[in-house]
DNA sequence: CGCTAGGTATAACAGGGTTATGGGACACTC
DNA sequence: GAGTGTCCCATAACCCTGTTATACCTAGCG
């Protein structure tokens, strides 16, 4: 007998918040509703209130952030795909700044947190396909997490404008060869690896 | 002619707003001010805004970073001593998660960066000793910029709560071990000066 | 076809930062 | 040492934010 919500009205209201954060606007409840062609009611049917908002916003992150690292075709030399994954990641934090600042502001309380380990399964399955391979020994799960703790370190302090944009390229490479070469893999050959899928 | 600034109403309103930030209440204007004793007025007449605020606020916190580390004595093994101040920084942080977090919300532009500097140039120079002691040959300000970086990233996940409270010490002294090591010292020398810096 | 339940819009509310306004204390002048 | 001007600080209003109350009105069912 009700009237059923309008799923186009609550996506909307995500793409709109996306964008904005994107654009660098603040984004308030009413400049919102504007956007989407609603009214500030909406958010609370849809989200109830500003902070389930965030919450989907973030979920939408982590879901973007998740299938561009899907789209990192596997090769046959997996730490040349742990660095293109790691490619990948910084080219989405980069693009979005403030949408990766927000999925990290409550990382921790997802709506669906198997959205957000898909992203991070992507990366020890790369780990355990490299220790498969023989060349690392480690434990793939402390190698995955090692590797994105350093990345994600790295990528806020080039968006908080604490190290230049240049860090990032000068940096990562070494710090992925640096753990994955750490894990058991020749220094050399790792080097290459991080090289060749870094740079795509 | 004027009435000069009283130092002790500014002095008291950063203590209180990093008090409350320490026992994580919200940090508001009328708050701040009743805590302090004074009128939300005065933080206009000393920082111009509660914007200011954060500024002194974040710059608080880098200086209290920076007096943790400098007492961390040096001995004559620099790869520990890195590993010491590792520890000293993370204690610093995980001891007053939510200063840490203000700190590094726009730490691009703080009042005085030098005094944020000079924490990181205990790193820097720790790094120059080892290199000086021929421990590394890699150049000492990538190397303190990478442990940084990675320590950072690894702190912010277990702020965040997206990694355990033991993700750090499990996974900051392979990590250190594994940039040190790379930047030219022996592996299996480099993991015992790590463990013992790290233990303290 | 009417009834009803729930989404949506409008408007009032509470709490935040900021901005006027006035009083009062300090330092400088004579 | 009294006068005086300058700004520090307290009070009170303002605007904008998120939230909540209320009314409407649409969509589905008996």
Redesign the interface.
């Known amino acids: 007998m009700p009237r059923p919500p309008d799923p186009a009205v609550r996506t909307a209201l995500v793409e709109q918040a996306a964008a904005m954060l994107v654009a660098r606007e603040p984004v308030t409840l009413r400049a919102l509703a504007t956007r989407a062609g609603t009214s500030t009611m909406a958010v609370y049917t849809h989200f109830d209130g500003i902070a389930g908002l965030w919450a989907a916003v973030r979920q939408e992150g982590f879901g973007r952030l998740a299938a561009r690292l899907a789209d990192v075709a596997p090769t046959d030399d997996p730490v040349r795909d742990l660095a293109a994954l790691g490619a990948a990641y910084a080219a989405h934090a980069l693009t979005h700044p403030a949408l990766y600042r927000a999925m ?1 502001d ?3 309380d997802l709506p669906d947190p198997e959205a957000a380990g898909a992203a991070f399964t992507v990366l020890v399955d790369t780990a355990a396909r490299a220790r498969d391979a023989g060349r690392i020994d480690a434990d793939p799960l ?1 190698v995955a ?2 590797q ?10 080039v968006i ?4 230049p944009r240049a ?1 990032l390229a ?2 990562a490479p ?2 992925i ?3 994955v ?2 894990a058991g893999d020749d ?1 050399a050959r790792c080097a290459a690896s991080v090289r060749a899928g870094w740079s795509g």
Do not use: K, N
């Open positions: 990290f409550a990382a921790a402390a997490t090692r994105w703790a350093a990345g994600h370190g790295l990528i806020l302090l908080s404008d604490v190290l860090a000068e940096h070494p710090i060869t640096a753990i070469a750490a220094p």
